[in-house]
């Protein structure tokens, strides 16, 4: 049952009928039959390439339809733009924010609507105004921080409450707690309660089932552009929402872990490390064996994996790879075999303008070039090796821009592929991932265990954390809190590590 409107609360009844969609005679979406409540949650769910942001994007005005109709309050409705649609109560919250990074906080929440008088922004209005939004949603962010200096949750924060500044009446939000954490994101699931409750309509689009079971009124199943079923939540279980999207049953959702030995060869050892948000980190990494960060966003798991990698600057202490000390530089620890694929595959890790067979081989050119000059045929099949390995098909001439989250955090295990490493470090790896697509992520990375390479997996899902590793360590305020191994590793301790004062359990 929907969500009971609170009265006098904004409504907006969204339908589509028969909604199509073509790009360069590809069908991308075929015949989408959808109708959005007022005051409810709906969630779309589907693989990457299903057709969710496209659907979301002829309702937010981005695209118009090749064939059908879209309905608004039972009125056809034609936007040309997302101006367009926000005038009809219609907000988009992206996955990839759109945030003025000079501008402050509460600048980017009222953007081209501030209060003015005598054509000058009303500061004292525009603050009053923003703290009212502010007390509403619970969010803590100070009005006159300026943006570009936020960690992407608190930029979340921003574009949600820039939706409800702007009287929204359908909210559209595209993976809106995929860099969130746990505490953020039942902030932000206590938010979304609060928009239905208010006569709101919510669009959310997840990977995250468990999230879309516990927040979702409906849930709408896409499948390679096709509309599969539309029930109730309480209707779908994890297990039948997987089958709805792939069109089979997928198996347990983590591979099996390789056996690790606890008295096997060292080969990362970090001692005493000290860098810019770290504070004398020291563990180890056995070969085979798979070690889970944990922690809040915040807690300093990425410093401590740019801090081993060489992409920051060590202030004291050592990173040795098989007894030999690594340089503070990326061209040293890729040479003494450490490989990280970052956090953020579109800022750190692709170059998204080139080809993928570019982004393949990037760390590997003395293999396929000679004084700059690159030779096409060696490049070719390098890259092609590679993009087997990891089942990414197609023409690897293609932008990496044009493939999914997916396929594109595939091309960089790719990369991570083109030589023998030692060490691999995975920072939320499977990140605005589609289902089908993370499972192949996690097998690749138990195969590179398997294998004896030591692995470090750093993720804000305790549940993958648990999935993938031998053993958990906890990271809060730039240093290990908490070490946890056996029937000791569960999401419990975890998260009271992550929370609590410092504990430790077990050396560290």
Sequence with gaps: MPHSASVGAPQLLVELRGVGKTFGGLSVLSGIHLRLEPG?????????????STLSKIISGVYSADSGTLLIDDEEASFSSPREALDRGIATIAQELALVPELSVAENVFLGREPRRFGFIGRRRLKRDYLEIARRTGFDLPADAIVGGMRTADQQKVEIMRALARGASLIIMDEPTAALSAHDTELLHGVVRQLAAEGHTVLLISHFLSEVLE???TVTILRDGSLIRTRAAAEETEASLIEGMLGRSLGSVFPEKPEADARGEVVLSVRDLVAPGVYGVSFDVRAGEIVGLAGLVGAGRSEIAHAIFGAAPRNAGTVAVDG???????AGTLKRGIFLLPE??????????????????????????IGGWVFANAERRASRSM???VTVAGDDRRPVSALSGGNQQKVLFGRALQRARRVLIADEPTRGVDVGSRRAIYDLIVEQAAQGLGVLVISSDVEEVLGLAHRVLVVRGGTIVGEFEGDAMTE???ITAAFADPITNGSV
Excluded: C, F, W, Y
């Design 344 to 369: 953020s595959r579109k800022d750190q890790g692709l170059v998204l303008g080139r080809p993928i067979r570019d982004n393949v081989t990037l760390s590997n050119m003395d293999e396929v070039a």
């Design 387 to 389: 993009l087997n390995r």
């Design 40 to 52: 409810s949650v709906h969630a779309l769910v589907g693989e990457n390439g299903a057709g969710k």
């Design 324 to 330: 030999v000390e690594a340089p503070s530089s990326i």
């Design 492 to 494: 419990e301790n975890i």
């Design 215 to 217: 927040l979702a009124d």
